[in-house]
Nanobody, 116 residues
Framework: QEHLVESGGGLVQAGGSLRLSCAAS????????MGWYRQAPGNQRRLVAR????????YYVDSVKGRFTISRDNAKNTVTLQMDSLKPEDTAVYYC?????????WGQGTQVTVSS
């Protein structure tokens, strides 16, 4: 069964750090670009960062550049998002998925809450 499982979210003060992890089934992960997405209350789900299958091309939205780092472990079928210098506006549910998105792959996500 194809699935994605996110973990690592929590409550943190502004300026703090969190490390999100996504475990993927091999059929989803292998050979695909992977992305982290987030959805804040009342907003659409949007891409935050993505990484290609060889992990040599990474993209970040402007709002997280220099603060977030995406990585992947192709042996373990995992993708990670290291989030530093967190801001209250980073508060959202974070999801991983392939890039471009496959709607059938969405998992439950992991909640990140940054207090001011």
């Amino acid at each position: 069964q194809e699935h994605l499982v996110e973990s690592g979210g929590g409550l943190v003060q502004a300026g703090g750090s969190l490390r999100l992890s996504c475990a993927a089934s091999r059929s989803i992960f292998s050979g695909n670009s992977m992305g982290w997405y987030r959805q804040a209350p009342g907003n659409q789900r949007r891409l935050v960062a993505r990484i290609n299958s060889l992990a040599d091309i990474k993209y970040y939205v402007d709002s997280v550049k220099g603060r977030f780092t995406i990585s992947r472990d192709n042996a373990k079928n995992t993708v990670t998002l290291q989030m530093d210098s967190l801001k209250p506006e980073d508060t959202a549910v974070y999801y991983c998925n392939v890039f471009p998105v496959m709607s059938a792959y969405w998992g439950q996500g992991t909640q990140v809450t940054v207090s001011s």
